[in-house]
């Protein structure tokens, strides 16, 4: 079965001050790993696809990283507006379709 | 450039009650998919339809039904609703390609009393 997890739960950070999420991950051969961003009363928007370790992507302040057990997402000088549950998830080669989702991290960036 | 559109944004339910929810996406997607979330349980798969005309069971599809009545829309139908089917509710479609990736919906936040 697979397993995402992610930590930490929750985040809070000062602004400017950069950190990372962690997101732990079990699968029988991955076929892509995803990470989101949930605004409160929104759906889930995408950031980043990863496909195999030692990939990395970046979008303005944002990182995704990727070995063969986890992959990080690194938050250089947040702002504010990066307040969101991150979200992170897996696919299966395969496997049945869609997505397994972690439980999330909270993040809470403050001025 | 609407995505992927989900009706209604809010219902009250009483148990035993019966409903659907819609989903319509405009980005001429082979697959689509129902997930539902509930606090510190994450996005569980309840099911997809890979391609129009066929539609397979996720993680939790017990006590749901669905029909892909076409390419653009996929719909979650509750035959008796029950308490334990409180939660927010997203539809979703899937690009392809080299970079593949899921479109969600705005959500339904479902209560069932």
């Known amino acids: 079965e697979d397993q995402v997890t992610q930590s930490p739960e929750a985040l809070r950070l000062q602004e400017g001050e950069s950190s990372s999420l962690n997101c732990s991950y079990t699968v029988s051969g991955l076929r892509g790993l995803f990470w989101y961003r949930q605004d409160p009363g929104k759906g889930p928007e995408f950031l980043f696809t990863l496909y195999s370790a030692g990939e990395e992507k970046e979008k303005e302040r944002l990182k995704a990283t990727l070995t063969k057990k986890e992959s990080f997402l690194h938050i250089t000088a947040p702002k504010p507006e990066d307040s969101a549950t991150y979200l992170c998830?897996?696919?299966?080669?395969?496997?049945?379709?869609?997505?397994?989702f972690g439980k999330g991290t909270h993040l809470i960036i403050q001025p | 450039n609407a995505g992927v559109t989900q009706t209604p944004k809010f219902q009250v339910l009483k148990t035993g009650q019966s409903m659907t929810l819609q989903c319509a996406q405009d980005m001429n997607h082979n697959s689509m998919y129902w997930y539902r979330q509930d606090p510190g349980m994450g996005l569980r798969l309840i099911y997809y339809s890979a391609s129009e005309g066929t539609t397979d069971k996720g993680e939790v599809p017990n006590g749901y039904n669905v029909s892909r009545l076409n390419k653009r829309e996929f719909s979650l139908r509750l035959e008796s609703a029950a308490p334990s089917q409180t939660s927010v509710y997203f539809c979703a479609s899937r690009s392809g390609g080299a970079n593949e990736k899921l479109f969600f919906g705005s959500g339904t936040q479902l209560s069932v009393l």
């Open positions: 998830a897996v696919q299966a080669r395969g496997g049945a379709d869609g997505l397994t």
